[in-house]
């Protein structure tokens, strides 16, 4: 068998349609509107950041994207196909990953165990229980994955003995598991040290070109790092959009976000 592509390889080119689209996107939970017609267009390869303060419809935008909620009107496309219907699966499989800002892990096995288990889960073989053999080529693939997320030498650790900020570099690559087309990542600076803040921003900007994510974040400088655009919300309404250096400019964001607490 020969070995697999590197991760950077293997990653799949994403096409001539956007990304993602959202059109005229509310959710209501009863009466309260947690989204009021959301409009968003993220072009393949494009990083962006979401940000807002707490209640601003942040994470419910991203419930609605990866299908935990469905939106209660409008539509998401993903590179063009219409997936406001589909269950989570459905849209994991089409290539749409995303992390949790609570840390979803088996503490008990490596770090190197985590990730073949998230390769596997996408795979052909995930209903399968036969044990890897040497030349599993998802083995190979978990192990590339160790490296992107600068863990190499934590490869066998167990999860448990990771620091929290390990973690979140172990939740990074298990969402990179399966050449995704997309990633929403939510808060994943939340609870890290300066140094480790450092390290996410490289990993972050040393994935691939081709690959685009959203980021959820409070730390406005981490954000500003990593996104080439920037979307504000503001009682599930989009309040601006702009580059990094316009939104940390603007005099109303200033007023109503920096130095707020974001959730």
């Known amino acids: 068998?020969?070995?697999?592509?590197?991760?950077?390889?293997?990653?799949?080119?994403?096409?001539?349609?956007?990304?993602?689209?959202?059109?005229?996107?509310?959710?209501?939970?009863?009466?309260?509107?947690?989204?009021?017609?959301?409009?968003?267009?993220v072009r393949p390869g494009e990083r962006r950041a979401v940000l807002g303060s707490n209640g601003a419809g942040k994470t419910t935008l991203f419930n609605c994207v990866t299908g935990d909620f469905l939106a209660t009107t409008g539509n998401i496309r993903f590179f063009g196909e219409d997936i406001s219907e589909f269950p989570p699966h459905e849209r994991i499989r089409r290539g749409l990953r995303r992390t949790y800002q609570i840390s979803l892990l088996f503490t008990g096995l490596s770090v190197r165990d985590n990730i073949y288990l998230s390769c596997v889960g996408v795979s052909r073989r995930r209903f399968s229980f036969l044990r890897p053999r040497r030349d599993d080529a998802l083995m190979a693939a978990a192990d590339n994955l160790v490296d992107v997320v600068h863990l190499t030498d934590d490869r066998d650790t167990l999860v448990s003995n990771l620091s929290y900020g390990q973690q979140r570099q172990l939740e990074i690559a298990m969402a990179l598991a399966g050449a995704p087309r997309f990633i929403l990542f939510d808060e994943p600076a939340a609870g890290l040290s300066p140094t480790e803040r450092r390290e996410l921003v490289d990993i972050l900007n040393g994935l691939p070109g081709h690959m685009g994510y959203i980021i959820i974040e409070h730390d406005m400088d981490v954000a500003l790092r990593v996104a080439e655009s920037v979307t504000m919300m503001h009682n599930g309404r989009i309040f601006k959009e702009g580059k990094p250096a316009e939104i940390e400019e603007d005099p109303e964001v200033q007023a109503l976000y920096l130095g707020g607490d974001d959730g």
């Open 1 to 41: 068998m020969n070995a697999p592509a590197k991760v950077s390889d293997r990653l799949s080119a994403t096409g001539t349609a956007n990304a993602l689209e959202l059109r005229n996107v509310s959710k209501y939970f009863g009466a309260l509107a947690a989204l009021e017609d959301i409009n968003i267009t």
